[in-house]
């Protein structure tokens, strides 16, 4: 599903730096919108990875693997709807954190990411967990224009995922939220990551 091609990486403005299968990154987000809105309006209800785009170059400057950048269905509808809208939606589970950013910053996360005000080392996550999650991650801190608070976006880093249908090693986006970011900043300067 992944083909890396070293002449569009490296003549391709950025944001349009690979193809999947001849894929430009404008044709992946056009995409990857579209299934962002037949996931809100309840159009589609199936658990799966999408596809927001390839890993931006700022990443890659920092030692992540030129992948596929995905995030899971059920993510996009939790960081974009309330828990009331979930309800509302008879879409609502128990133990799910709703985020309710909205639609538009949903569809826009591939853009935010690529303007980080700081990129920190995550503390490892859990190996147990199921889906196994990578043992490394990083957090993508992206300013939002709220006082006091910022957009944090968790990616971990070569996740095996199930991409339409086949299984494949992709960076993927484990949650989106908004959160006071001053203790955590604080913590990675501390810790040098």
Do not use: C, W
């Not at 002449?7 to 056009?30: D, F």
């Not at 390839?54 to 995905?70: K, N, R």
């Not at 309330?82 to 133990?95: H, K, P, S, V």
């Not at 985020?99 to 490892?124: C, E, F, W």
């Amino acid at each position: 599903n992944y083909n890396l091609q070293d002449e569009q990486k490296n003549t391709a403005p950025e944001g349009v730096q690979y193809s999947l299968r001849g894929k430009t990154q404008k044709e992946i987000t056009a995409r990857y919108q579209s299934d962002v809105d037949r996931i809100l309006n309840m159009q589609d209800t199936t658990q799966r990875q999408l596809i927001v785009g390839y890993t931006p170059s700022l990443y890659q400057d920092i030692g992540m693997p030129s992948l596929p950048l995905t995030i899971g269905s059920g993510h996009v509808y939790s960081a974009a709807k309330t828990e009331a809208e979930a309800l509302q939606d008879g879409n609502y589970r128990r133990g799910v954190n709703y985020h309710g950013l909205g639609d538009t910053a949903v569809k826009n996360i591939y853009i935010a990411i690529q303007d980080p005000v700081m990129i920190i080392a995550s503390r490892d996550v859990n190996k147990n967990t199921s889906p196994m999650r990578s043992t490394h991650s990083v957090v993508a801190i992206v300013d939002i224009g709220t006082a006091e608070k910022s957009l944090l976006v968790p990616i971990e880093i070569t996740a095996e995922r199930k991409v339409n249908g086949t299984r494949m090693d992709v960076n993927t986006i484990s949650s989106v939220y908004e959160r006071s970011v001053s203790n955590l900043v604080k913590e990675a300067i501390a810790l040098e990551n």
